[in-house]
T-cell receptor, first 114, second 113 residues
Framework: KQEVTQIPAALSVPEGENLVLNCSFT??????LQWFRQDPGKGLTSLLL???SQREQTSGRLNASLDKSSGRSTLYIAASQPGDSATYLC?????????????WGAGTKLIIKP | GAGVSQSPSNKVTEKGKDVELRCDPI?????LYWYRQRLGQGLEFLIY????????KSGLPSDRFSAERTGESVSTLTIQRTQQEDSAVYLC???????????FGPGTRLLVL
């Protein structure tokens, strides 16, 4: 059974710092992995999607990497801003999930201090 | 165009009462998902609708939970005889088709007293 873990559960850093969020998964047979951002009252926003054949994806100040063999993904945020404060969730979609269900981590709550 | 919408945004109910949560997916999206997120935990899959196919109900935690969807439009999630452990945020997502990017609504925060 696929399990997704995110460490740390919470992170507080000063504005301007670069930071890394971690996501690990137990079953490497994945179809893809996604990173989402969750803002209170606004639902989830998809940030980056990495297919199983890819090693990384970039969008602006965000870079996500994927190492299937070790069951790990990282989300790198460069030059952090207070507006980056949110909960970041990673989710994997398994190869064998006929309905393409996402298995979710519990998230990392990020606070960027001005 | 409009995103996924959910109503109500917040619901407080007494233990034992029934509640109905509504989700309006993005127009044209054939796939619709319901998830539950308890405080401090990840999302739990509840149920999935794809077009006119039979829904995948494998994530529903008990027979007190049910959901319906009219064609490819509105879906309602019903919780009967609510319990305190049902307190959570209930999120709905839709995607253009199975396996494609899911777009999430803002969620309904349910509190069972």
């Amino acid at each position: 059974k696929q399990e997704v873990t995110q460490i740390p559960a919470a992170l507080s850093v000063p504005e301007g710092e670069n930071l890394v969020l971690n996501c690990s998964f137990t079953d490497s047979a994945i179809y893809n992995l996604q990173w989402f951002r969750q803002d209170p009252g606004k639902g989830l926003t998809s940030l980056l999607l990495i297919q199983s054949s890819q090693r990384e994806q970039t969008s602006g100040r965000l870079n996500a990497s994927l190492d299937k063999s070790s069951g790990r993904s990282t989300l790198y945020i460069a030059a952090s801003q207070p507006g980056d404060s949110a909960t970041y969730l990673c989710a994997v979609r398994g190869l064998m999930d006929s309905n393409y269900q996402l298995i979710w981590g519990a998230g990392t709550k990020l606070i960027i201090k001005p | 165009g409009a995103g996924v919408s959910q109503s109500p945004s917040n619901k407080v109910t007494e233990k034992g009462k029934d509640v109905e949560l509504r989700c309006d997916p993005i127009s044209g999206h054939t796939a619709l998902y319901w998830y539950r997120q308890r405080l401090g935990q990840g999302l739990e899959f509840l149920i999935y609708f794809q077009g006119n196919s039979a829904p995948d109900k494998s994530g529903l935690p008990s027979d007190r939970f049910s959901a319906e969807r009219t064609g490819e439009s509105v879906s309602t999630l019903t919780i009967q005889r609510t319990q305190q452990e049902d307190s959570a945020v209930y999120l709905c997502a839709s995607s253009q088709n199975r396996g494609q990017t899911q777009y999430f609504g803002p969620g309904t925060r349910l509190l069972v007293l």
